[in-house]
């Protein structure tokens, strides 16, 4: 239902959609996602559940399809209809943050960077969650080794605590 | 000494570094709060996470579904066999099958038990932390014969791995619904006990009320779920909003706070205690015979007398083994009730043996996330309050 009002609404924003064992999900383009979540807000959207990722490194970037898909899961509570929304991005690709809106959006940004790479602009605090911070790689790329590669190195490194500022 | 004074004032501005954790009785496992303190005054609180983070989710890459259901043990390890539970709803929401219903019934039974036993740490050793210690004692001999029952139905007391696709490992065994209706009785005088120890304790309420208020759109906001989020006054619960394993069958409450504090969280756990062991009570009457797995061969494992004696059963068992099911190409987000909220996982399959990517939605981590927020402007021992009742369980909060 939410669907059709997003295609009233924000004729042309949604590029594809599908509804997988009765999870509807559409995908959209980074230049409409903001609208879009504004869309979803007011429609009583008000849940952001999850934020995460999802690699494709084999995806072909010529023809324009980025390499990640950035997933966000969200949950109307009056209606319990849930939304999955996707964004595809290249490498290197900045996605709008959504810290400001959805006070949940903070750390999953925060977990999203540290393990894929992708910063979120506009973010407060755009610092790894996870792994320290002179973590090397990001670990859920997929070319990223299982075995965590030579992440030890602590060559370069600074004191994790600089006057209690981080760097 | 009068000018080292003033130097010291003068370099940190009157403020004090306080690291609460990463091993810190209060942290329950290992994560890390850095608190800037103006005297007993909270002026800044950094929580700092990843202490425990083992790349769960990475590893899942690598390996089969089933070879997953070990590692779901250790995401909130009070309460593991609701981790099991979750994650074998989600791979059979892929698949798109449905369990047979003794299985359904015994996974609310087990999973209820495991409720149980997760409320009772989180407010025994809320109540241990604030000072409280004799409640802990009375309720940690309930957790003791919930981890029996358990140890009685997988084998184990802690990781259980007691579901798999399709199923359960097994049947429970003769003497488990005896044992718990035992349990039943000796729980509900056990929460009669802790009630009377604490509801109208007045220092309790000192501690307590009016600590780590939250109203009902920040807690959304925040994406809060499970019983800090019922406690601050939104009656959203899975088990009756979007019901799983037949929960729609079930009679049962949802408690509701008012102002979102840890007294009102305690009360909502508490209550839900109860709940828990009326929904047991109704498993127990309605227990029916029969399979615990699907009978599917190309899901779920045949029994091992079969694989023994049939040609067809061993040829099975084989191609389960080394080639895994057959999954079909795409993405689910399946969401259960744990103990601490909304435990998800969001599976994307590409078809073949191991998940594409399996991403894993703790409940504890947006609770987590807002603990600045809760704390700023109070009192370091109230730090403490508000992180027991958040019951942060950092195995399932790092992954």
């Not at chain 2, 619960?237 to 009679?251: F, H, I, M, S």
């Not at chain 2, 909304?342 to 409940?363: A, C, M, T």
């Amino acid at each position: 239902m939410i669907i059709e009002h997003i295609d009233a609404q924000l004729p042309g924003a949604v590029t594809d959609r599908h509804d997988f064992r009765g999870d509807q999900t559409i995908v959209i383009a980074k230049e409409t996602f903001l609208p879009v979540v504004d869309l979803l807000h007011r429609e009583g959207f008000q849940m952001l559940v999850d934020i995460t990722a999802v690699d494709w490194p084999e995806r072909p970037e010529s023809q324009g399809i980025g390499r990640f898909d950035v997933v966000y899961h969200w949950l109307n509570l009056a209606s319990q209809e849930r939304l999955r929304v996707k964004v595809a991005l290249a490498d290197g690709e900045a996605m709008p943050t959504l810290a400001t809106q959805f006070k949940t959006a903070n750390w999953f940004e925060r977990e999203v960077f540290d393990l894929f790479g992708i910063r979120f602009e506009g973010h407060p605090d755009m610092r790894r969650l996870l792994t320290w911070d002179d973590f090397q790689g990001h670990a859920l790329r997929k070319d990223f080794p299982l075995d965590g590669g030579d992440v030890f190195c602590m060559e370069g490194c600074t004191a994790p605590y600089n006057n209690g500022e981080r760097n | 000494m009068e000018s080292i004074a003033m130097t010291r004032q003068m370099l940190d501005g009157d403020k004090m570094i306080v690291n609460m954790g990463p091993s810190h009785p209060t942290t329950h496992g290992t994560l890390r709060i850095v608190l800037e303190l103006q005297g007993e005054t909270i002026a800044k609180a950094t929580p700092e996470m990843g202490y425990l983070h083992r790349g769960v989710e990475k590893l899942g890459e690598s390996l089969s579904y089933q070879q997953f259901i070990p590692l779901t043990d250790r995401l909130n390890y009070c309460s593991a066999i609701m981790n099991n539970v979750g994650y074998a709803c989600a791979v059979e929401k892929l698949l798109g099958i449905e369990i047979p219903k003794r299985a359904q019934q015994i996974r609310v039974l087990v999973s209820e038990l495991a409720r149980v036993a997760d409320h009772i740490v989180c407010i025994g050793v809320n109540a241990v932390d604030i000072g409280a210690f004799t409640a802990f004692l009375y309720l940690f001999k309930q957790r003791e014969t919930v981890y029996d029952l358990f140890e009685m139905a997988a084998g184990q007391r802690l990781h259980t791995s007691f579901t798999r696709i399709g199923g359960l490992f097994r049947d429970i065994p003769e003497g488990f619904v005896p044992a718990t209706e035992r349990f039943l009785v000796e729980c509900t005088e056990a929460i009669d006990e802790m009630e009377r120890l604490l509801t109208r304790n007045p220092i309790w309420h000192d501690r307590t009320k009016g600590i780590g208020v939250i109203s009902a759109e920040d807690a959304v906001n925040w994406g809060y779920t499970g019983p800090c989020l019922r406690a601050a006054g939104v009656p959203q619960d899975l088990r009756k909003a979007q019901p799983y394993l037949g929960y729609e069958t079930y009679d049962f409450d949802i408690p509701v706070g008012t102002t979102g504090d840890v007294f009102d969280r305690y009360l909502v756990r508490a209550e839900e205690m109860r709940q828990s062991l009326r929904i047991i009570r109704q498993v127990l009457d309605r227990l029916e015979p029969g399979p615990v797995n699907v009978d599917d061969p190309k899901i779920a494992l045949p029994s091992k007398e079969k694989v023994y004696t049939r040609m067809e059963s061993l040829i099975h068992h084989f191609k389960l083994i080394m080639h895994g099911m057959d999954m079909p190409v795409g993405e689910v987000y399946s969401a259960t009730e744990a103990a601490n909220g909304e435990l998800g996982f969001y599976i994307v399959s590409d078809g073949g043996k191991n998940p594409y990517r399996i991403r894993v939605r703790p409940p504890c981590l947006p609770i987590f996330s807002s603990f600045e927020d809760q704390v700023k402007g109070g009192l370091i021992a109230d730090a403490v309050a508000v992180l027991g009742a958040m019951n942060i369980i950092a195995g399932e909060l790092d992954r």
